[in-house]
């Protein structure tokens, strides 16, 4: 079965600061995508960024970017410079085959709520 | 704005009742899902469309809950005889593809169902 581990419920950040939000992954398929969702109070789930189980390079895009260390199953998020905008809550997701969620339903983790301070 | 559109955004009902909603995919995306999210956790998987076709759905998806996608273009979720726990957030997400791993899902802005 597959199963996404964000083992923190909440962080605060200093506005301009950079943030690493942890994500830990499970899964027996050796093809799967990773994906970071930002989820603003109004409730709409935003695509960040995607990670391929084959991809060589870490996941880049503006100031959003992936470490991921497949060998520790893990696909943690950086934000560069944060802004108080990016207060939201911070989804992490891994699609692939397997059962849980289904082979084309994302399986997703239970959140980490980033609160940036100005 | 072209992005995924869920209809009502808002839904208060009492325990019992029927409720459907609606959701308008992005109109070149051939896949659509829906999800339920509650308090304080991530969306979980229910269903999926290819086109017309219901490929698949997560035993969350108790035989009160149906979803149809007619002709392939918007899709509706109909819960009968709801319960209070059918309370959650429930999101659309459309894609296009053929079920490969780096099929991007778009999410719509979620119906959010109170049931009293």
């Known amino acids: 079965a597959q199963k996404i581990t964000q083992t923190q419920p909440g962080m605060f950040v200093q506005e301009k600061e950079a943030v690493t939000l942890d994500c830990t992954y499970d899964?027996?398929?050796?093809?799967?995508?990773l994906f970071w969702y930002k989820q603003p109070s109004s409730g709409e789930m935003i695509f960040l960024i995607y990670q391929g189980s084959y991809d060589q390079q870490n996941a880049t895009e503006g100031r959003y970017s992936l470490n991921f260390q497949k060998a520790r199953k893990s696909a943690n998020l950086v934000i560069s410079a944060s802004q108080l905008g990016d207060s939201a809550m911070y989804f992490c997701?891994?699609?692939?085959?397997?059962?849980?969620?289904?082979?084309?339903?994302?399986?997703f983790g239970k959140g980490t709520h980033l609160i940036i301070q100005p | 704005d072209t992005g995924v559109s869920q209809n009502p955004r808002h839904k208060i009902t009492k325990r019992g009742q029927n409720v459907t909603f609606r959701c308008d995919p992005i109109s070149e995306h051939n896949r659509l899902y829906w999800y339920r999210q509650t308090l304080g956790q991530g969306p979980e998987f229910l269903t999926y469309?290819?086109?017309?076709?219901?490929?698949?759905k997560s035993r969350l998806l108790s035989d009160r809950f149906s979803a149809e996608r007619p002709k392939g273009s918007f899709s509706t979720l109909e819960i009968q005889r709801t319960e209070q726990g059918d309370s959650a957030m429930y999101l659309c997400?459309?894609?296009?593809?053929?079920?490969?791993?780096?099929?991007?899902?778009?999410f719509g802005p979620g119906t959010r169902l109170l049931v009293l």
């Open positions: 899964t027996s398929d050796p093809s799967y995508g």
């Open positions: 469309f290819q086109n017309e076709a219901q490929l698949e």
């Open positions: 997701a891994m699609r692939g085959g397997g059962s849980g969620g289904g082979a084309d339903g994302l399986t």
């Open positions: 997400a459309s894609s296009y593809g053929a079920g490969w791993t780096q099929e991007t899902q778009y």
